[in-house]
């Protein structure tokens, strides 16, 4: 890296506080930055760095030559001055990561390096702040705020409508039985709005509070509670979770013990679920020793359905960081589908737009390498660029929200659609 595209170093002190009971009551109303689950997690406050790239963010600049998201951190942190004496999980040198799903797409990647981090882990909490040597900047104001009034957005179909999904659809079938491919996954679209001003943090709230066993992010206006964890990476030891294979909660008990035998029991299901699984364990191989994964999938419930569910791990066996490691694992065929570049095709052919950040990477990095990263599903982007940036000059903000099927041969068009909605369900019922 030349001395021109160094860095700034920054100087991180990290001090622990007296118990937060609401961590995002930091957060900005507007613009939260957030990483939580049950209650624990890190908030960031303001920015003082971090990565960009997009299709507009490095004007006259071939991208192939702009470093990787995963070689700039390495560069910021190689010139932090990290003062951290509590060591935990989000503690010291940390930024949050969103990262588009597909590396044509006309979204931006970010990495945000905030001024100051509250955070929160088994009981203790503490309060990280980060500034550059070269700039004297005012720190900022670090205090919960009261949350704003109560409201609403709004969602309806998108540019792929329940009939134009289920055509697309048949067409992927088509594809799979003619040998094009095993797999891949198809999203369709709601558009809406969330009024100006709405404080966001309600959202973020809403998520956390109906869907705790999930990551719940805000990061650059995408909000999401994700069941899905791509890759934690801490002191040495890489996991994640494989989610393929979905089916709705029954209405009683009676019918929910019933779908999640039938799940646990579908040729489909378990289909779609071992191309997932031998995508991520094939990836990690080469970064990880000792990797094991659960024999058979189990069937992990939240509130809304059931996914079939396989936890892998092991040891890192090389010097990769977190974002290594996500780069190599995304997309994974949960998300895009076997083999990926076929997968990858036919979605750009079948899907009318583009999607953005949705089934990317979102999550953190600390200055150690180590990090959680989860899918970005069940999610919205409130605001999408450029939009946003005139949001002061018109009533509401724009909002598109995604949900997807893994398609294998023996889907049914039909089926498909209705695991979209029940996947729709958390956002929609969150922007109520």
């Not at 190599?328 to 737009?353: C, K, M, N, S, Y």
Request: net charge negative; charged share 20%.
């Amino acid at each position: 890296m030349t001395s021109a595209h160094r860095p700034p170093q920054l100087v991180v002190e990290t001090r622990e506080i007296e118990h937060v009971d609401d961590l995002l009551a930091y957060a900005s109303p507007d613009e939260p930055l957030a990483w939580l689950r049950r209650g624990d997690g890190i908030v960031g406050i303001g920015e003082v760095g971090g990565y960009q790239r997009g299709p507009h963010s490095a004007p006259g600049i071939d991208s192939a030559a702009v470093p990787s998201a995963a070689d700039t951190w390495r560069g910021i942190a190689a010139t932090a001055q990290v003062d951290d004496p509590l060591g935990l999980p989000g503690t010291g040198l940390v930024a949050f990561g969103t990262l588009v799903f597909d590396r044509r797409s006309s979204g931006t990647s970010r990495l945000i390096v905030p001024q100051a981090v509250v955070g929160r882990h088994r009981g203790r909490s503490w309060i990280t702040r980060i500034r550059q040597t070269s700039t004297d900047l005012t720190d900022p104001v670090v205090e919960p705020r009261p949350y704003g009034p109560h409201w609403s957005g709004t969602l309806g179909p998108g540019t792929l409508d329940p009939a134009g999904y289920q055509a697309a659809v048949r067409q992927a079938v088509d594809a799979i039985v003619a040998g094009e491919l095993e797999k891949v996954v198809l999203a369709r679209d709601l558009v809406g709005t969330v009024p100006a001003g709405a404080d966001l943090r309600r959202l973020v709230r809403a998520l956390s509070h109906d869907y705790p066993d999930t990551w719940t992010f805000a990061v650059d206006g995408l909000i999401g509670a994700s069941p899905e964890t791509l890759v934690t990476a801490s002191r040495g030891v890489v996991t994640a979770r494989v989610l393929a294979g979905t089916i709705p909660r029954g209405t009683d008990a009676h019918d929910d013990a019933g779908a999640s035998s039938s799940l646990a029991h579908s040729s489909k299901d378990l289909e779609e679920h071992r191309f997932a699984v031998q995508s991520v364990l094939e990836t990690l191989r080469p970064h990880v020793s000792h990797l094991r994964a659960d024999p058979e999938p189990f069937t992990l419930k939240l509130p809304n359905l059931w996914h079939l569910a396989t936890d892998v791990a092991g040891d890192l066996a090389d010097h990769a960081s977190a974002l290594d490691l996500v780069a190599a694992l995304h997309p994974t065929a949960a998300v895009a589908g076997t083999p990926r570049d076929a997968a990858l095709d036919l979605i750009q052919r079948l899907e009318p737009f583009d999607r953005g950040r949705y089934a990317g990477p979102v999550g953190w990095i600390d200055g150690e390498g180590n990090g959680e990263w989860a899918i970005a599903l069940r999610c919205a982007q409130i605001g999408a660029e450029p939009a946003r940036r005139f949001a002061a000059y018109s009533d509401t903000i724009p909002v598109v929200a995604h949900a997807g099927a893994g398609i294998v041969a023996q889907s049914n068009p039909e089926a498909e659609l209705l695991e979209t909605r029940v996947k729709f369900r958390p956002i929609v019922d969150a922007l109520a």
